[in-house]
């Protein structure tokens, strides 16, 4: 399969400052902390965590809107570290998190959907109704919406307008910021309902954040999970879902609520909070709160360990498998 | 939206109705005026004959509506003091005043508007902090106080600018600083406040995500969604300057109708005063429509409501 991005030892430290005038950095906030994975042409890859761990700032650097601390982005098989040139741009494009300040309130949809064009491609009025038109049917608005403002819709039916026109460009990879954690319940069904619809349609690579396992499992091939910036774990769904290896994956799976009161015993929620990014744990970062941590998870931050069929779990315990 | 304006106008006309009569019954308590036009010992006849011809013998009320009806066939009345119709002496002193008015309101937007989206792109940094605590400094200062220091400096010390009066370009220098300092800086501050709100927002960072040029990004998305309250204050700033002129215009001996309200209150020229108070007050309640009218154009959200 084809590697449409690859992710390199990627790392994003922000200063921590104190002083009114002359400023004086005391720490460091590592945001993203040697981050390294593939992703391949087609997949949906699933990034899990908690909020702070670090999805966003990761997405963020991807598409350029943050500058990586050090660590190597190729996409397509080009550099993009140091940003990207136009035709490189539009095969990435991003759908935001809150359908509610991601819309221009300003613009008619009409012209929400025909600036990516303005910015990338001289086209006449009706080479870009060509490409609107279809576009507005597949993510489920009617035409008229094109004369209407974004304060006219509903969270759902603005999340719909936000794909579409990260769809207009016709991307290869579309990068999702948690897309749906913004909307009701009954309406992220459909909404994740129509990524899956749409991937097919229009041959997609998804990079889909969210900290909701539900959704998670239900729309990813390959699922990773963070903590506090590091990557702490990556497998298949399947794999990941059924065989969870890192302790911290276990423990998200165990905290996932099941609607059955025989079972509640089953539900065991972590102790303790997260660690403060600023003074992160020396060792394995889930150490703090690790049922079996041992002195080894204190002191070395644990190596990334293939642990099954592209399975790579970041622990101590399984320090005897090869390294990954 | 057709009755909504209609409604606006006819408040607006109501308002200026009442400013009208208020100033109408005002300035008749100020005194009378036959005692500043007739010289010390003129006889009781001739000050009689002076008052029959000013109509100043009719009850008050019949002077108001005689006044009134006047205005809406087109009389705007006759000066006590220059014996001339007020509406000439108007015609004669609007130039000055709508000149000095519209570079000011040039100066502002042209100063306020870029420097305020300077501090607020270069968020926190020196520049920032330098341009907003001058216009702290800028927004706080009275316009007569700031007249009369520039005066102070520049034509008495530094003998560079004149001091007053119209004629040349360097004329307009010091009143157009000493009225535009404060709404510069109140359009600034306020434009670099609005600006930071929509720039957090996550449409500005989806443009730049679909590679759009970051002064575009700032501008096209960021400073058209900030420009609501921006209007707003200009609006209110363009009152203010409107009614302010009169005392700025006294300070530089400027020929406007500021001048001539303020001398014409102190000879008791009453039909020069409640007409010049009208033409003000039709002027800034004329804004204030405008104001209200331009949110239509500039935000969809209440263009529908």
């Known amino acids: ?324 | 939206m057709k009755r909504y304006i209609l409604m606006r106008v006819l408040k607006a006309l109501l308002t200026i109705w009442a400013v009208y009569t208020l100033v109408f019954f005002l300035t008749r308590v100020t005194g009378d005026p036959i005692e500043w036009l007739t010289i010390a010992g003129a006889s009781d006849s001739a000050k009689e004959t002076l008052r029959e011809n000013l109509g100043l013998d009719l009850p008050l009320w019949q002077q108001y509506f005689k006044s009134l009806i006047g205005l809406f066939t087109g009389d705007t009345g006759t000066s006590y003091y220059y014996a001339r119709p007020v509406s000439e002496l108007f015609a004669e002193r609007i130039g000055p005043t709508v000149a000095l008015g519209s570079i000011v309101m040039l100066v502002t937007v042209l100063i306020g508007i870029p420097l305020g989206v300077l501090a607020a792109v270069r968020h926190n940094t020196l520049l920032d902090r330098a341009t907003m605590s001058t216009a702290v400094i800028g927004s706080t200062m009275p316009n007569f106080v700031l007249g009369i220091l520039l005066i102070f400096i520049f034509s008495l010390k530094l003998r560079l600018l004149p001091s007053g009066n119209t004629g040349t370009p360097l004329h307009y220098i010091l009143p157009v600083i000493a009225m535009s300092v404060g709404p510069t800086a109140s359009v600034a501050r306020l434009t670099r406040s609005s600006l930071l709100d929509v720039i957090g927002q996550d449409f500005l960072d989806c443009a730049r995500a679909k590679g759009m040029r970051e002064w575009k990004v700032v501008l096209k998305h960021g400073l058209r969604n900030a420009l609501i309250p921006v209007i707003t204050i200009l609006g209110a700033q363009l009152s203010a300057m409107i009614g302010g002129s009169v005392v700025v215009e006294t300070v530089f001996a400027w020929p406007g109708i500021g001048t001539l309200i303020v001398s014409s209150a102190q000879q008791r020229d009453f039909p020069v005063v409640v007409f010049g108070v009208l033409v003000i007050a039709a002027s800034v309640t004329f804004v204030n429509l405008l104001v209200d009218l331009s949110y239509g154009l500039l935000d969809p959200r209440i263009r529908n409501s």
């Not at chain 1, 996409?75 to 136009?86: D, H, R, T, V």
């Not at chain 1, 109704?129 to 209407?148: D, F, Y």
């Not at chain 1, 759902?156 to 307008?161: E, L, P, T, V």
């Open chain 1, 1 to 324: 399969m084809e590697k449409i991005l690859e992710v390199n030892h990627l790392n994003k430290h922000y200063p921590v400052k104190k002083g009114l005038i002359l400023q004086k950095e005391i720490g460091q906030v590592r945001a993203v902390n040697e981050v390294s994975f593939d992703l391949f042409r087609g997949e949906t890859l699933g990034i899990i965590g908690e909020s702070g761990c670090g999805k966003s700032t990761l997405i963020r650097m991807l598409i350029g809107l943050e500058k990586p601390t050090s660590g190597q982005i190729r996409f397509l098989g080009q550099p993009i570290e140091n940003g990207m040139s136009a035709s490189l741009r539009k095969q990435m494009q991003m759908v935001f998190q809150d359908p509610y300040s991601s819309l221009d309130p300003r613009m008619s949809v009409q012209r929400i959907l025909e600036e990516p064009l303005r910015i990338h491609c001289k086209m006449s009025k009706q080479q870009k109704e060509q490409v609107i038109l279809p576009l507005l049917g597949q993510v489920g608005l009617p035409r008229e919406a094109l004369k209407k403002y974004p304060h006219e819709f509903s969270g759902g039916q603005r999340q719909r307008i936000g794909i579409a026109r990260a769809l207009v460009l016709e991307p290869t990879l579309l990068l999702c910021d948690e897309p749906v954690s913004a909307l009701d319940v009954s309406i992220q069904a459909q909404i994740l309902n129509l990524f899956r619809d749409l991937q097919r349609q229009h041959e997609l690579t998804l990079l889909f954040v969210s900290h909701d396992m539900s959704v998670i499992r239900y729309i990813s091939d390959r699922v990773m999970v963070m903590y506090l910036g590091q990557i702490m774990e990556i497998a298949t769904k399947k794999e990941l879902f059924e065989r969870p290896l890192h302790p911290y994956t276990q423990a998200l799976m165990r905290a996932v609520p099941v609607p059955d009161p025989e079972r509640r015993d089953q539900c065991a929620v972590l102790e303790g909070e997260i660690p403060s990014p600023i003074h992160a744990p020396k060792g394995c970062p889930f150490s703090t709160r690790c049922p079996y941590a041992s002195e080894i998870c204190r002191q070395q931050r644990p190596q990334m360990h293939r642990t099954g069929e592209g399975h790579l779990t970041a622990c101590h315990r399984y320090s005897g498998e090869v390294e990954g």
